[in-house]
């Protein structure tokens, strides 16, 4: 017996405050997009990111389909678009993409990657995609677009860096 709720746990992961990305694949039947906050930096080398995916997602078998992803971090102000690929379609937008390695990446995105499917794991209700990255861009002066307790918002300020003479913990991210 569990006292671990699907809303408390979903709560839960809401405090924990993140950017926003869209999950792009290019099909035969042209590029679909999902947004989607389940995002980790797994290795630098070699490059590894991954990806979590719900098992209703049309998403899902695309990604087993192409074996190919890109993921574009959205810039503050793409709330639009982040509602856009969650299942709220605005009509009236037109195509936000642009290429990064053959895969649709969206245009103005703070950081995207464009990556092959090295690994997919069934967890749960959803399925971890493991990628390789072969293709990078980024614009390091734009600011994110921040999800928390299921509400859009900004980076409010940042704090002075910490003045570090040891190399070592320099060398930390
Ligand atoms: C901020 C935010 C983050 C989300 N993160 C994920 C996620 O990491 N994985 C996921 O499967 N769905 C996530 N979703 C839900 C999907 O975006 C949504 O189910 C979408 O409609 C799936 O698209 P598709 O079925 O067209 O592929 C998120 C939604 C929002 C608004």
């Not at 569990?2 to 869209?22: K, P, S």
């Not at 810039?75 to 009509?91: K, Q, V």
């Amino acid at each position: 017996m569990t006292n671990v709720t699907t809303r408390g746990l979903r709560d839960a992961c809401g405090l924990f405050g993140t950017g926003v990305n869209v999950i792009s694949t290019r099909h035969s039947d042209g590029d679909h997009g999902m947004t989607a906050n389940a995002f980790m930096s797994v290795s630098l080398d070699p490059p590894l990111i991954s990806i979590s995916i719900g098992q209703n997602a049309k998403m899902l078998p695309l990604l087993h389909k192409t074996g190919r992803f890109a993921v574009s971090t959205l810039s503050e102000g793409m709330e639009g678009l982040a509602w856009h690929f969650a299942g709220r379609p605005d009509t009236s937008l037109s195509d936000p993409f642009e290429n990064l390695d053959d895969l649709p990446v969206i245009r103005g995105a703070l950081a995207c990657y464009a990556c092959d499917v090295v690994n997919a794991i069934e967890a749960g209700d959803h399925t971890i995609f493991i990628g390789e990255v072969r293709g990078l861009s980024t614009d390091s002066g734009a600011r994110p677009l921040i999800f928390y307790k299921g509400r859009f918002g900004a980076v409010a300020g940042q704090l002075p860096a910490p003045e570090l003479c040891d190399p070592v913990a320099e060398a930390i991210w």
